[in-house]
T-cell receptor, first 111, second 106 residues
């Protein structure tokens, strides 16, 4: 079964405490993305990766880092989280000219 | 002006009605995606189109590349179709419409 797995699903943390949201896929897809979803703003792309060691900024990359050391994993790193990064985050494969598969989402609250 | 515009923003229908959601875009694309998000947050890809028309069950999606316009149709709507429908366009990156909140009443 095609799966995109994000962890954690929920996280409450404090300003400045580094965190990582993991994302793993079992479809051998080259293209992976991170999105955030905010009320009134919809989905916005944070970073995407077209292949191993190839990453690029989306619409809202400030305050985030990503890495793509292997095809299946695409972690999202918040080095110094701030309250304006409180959001619902989705990892997905596909995009470009491929259908997308989304993870279940990570609800992140930064106090 | 957003690069991807959806209409309507909200739509309420009675069960059985034919529904149309529209999406217009202003950028060059390689494909257009229709997504569905139910309350509770999970997102499912319904269609990916680069030309013409696709059908899956009661859902039909069309795209007119020259006019930069796509429509999502739901025939014989049902309360379980109640969700937010999101149009997205892709070239290298992804751009999203604001979504259409559909409520189908029994």
């Amino acid at each position: 079964e095609a799966q995109v797995t994000q962890n954690p699903r929920y996280l409450i943390t404090v300003t400045g405490k580094k965190l990582t949201v993991t994302c793993s896929q079992n479809m051998n897809h080259e293209y992976m993305s991170w999105y955030r979803q905010d009320p009134g703003l919809g989905l916005r792309q944070i970073y995407y990766s077209m292949n191993v060691e190839v990453t690029d900024k989306g619409d809202v990359p400030e305050g985030y880092k990503v890495s793509r050391k292997e095809k299946r994993n695409f972690p999202l790193i918040l080095e110094s989280p701030s309250p304006n990064q409180t959001s619902l985050y989705f990892c997905a494969t596909g995009g470009g000219d491929l259908p997308q598969h989304f993870g279940d989402g990570t609800r992140l609250s930064i106090l | 002006k957003n690069e991807v515009e959806q209409s309507p923003q909200n739509l309420t229908a009675q069960e059985g009605e034919f529904i149309t959601i529209n999406c217009s875009y202003s950028v060059g694309i390689s494909a257009l995606h229709w997504l569905q998000q139910h309350p509770g947050g999970g997102i499912v890809s319904l269609f990916m189109l680069s030309s013409g028309k696709k059908k899956h069950g009661r859902l039909i999606a069309t795209i007119n590349i020259q006019e930069k316009h796509s429509s999502l149709h739901i025939t014989a709507s049902h309360p379980r179709d109640s969700a937010v429908y999101i149009c997205a366009v892709s070239f290298v990156d992804m751009r999203f419409g604001a979504g259409t909140r559909l409520t189908v009443k029994p």
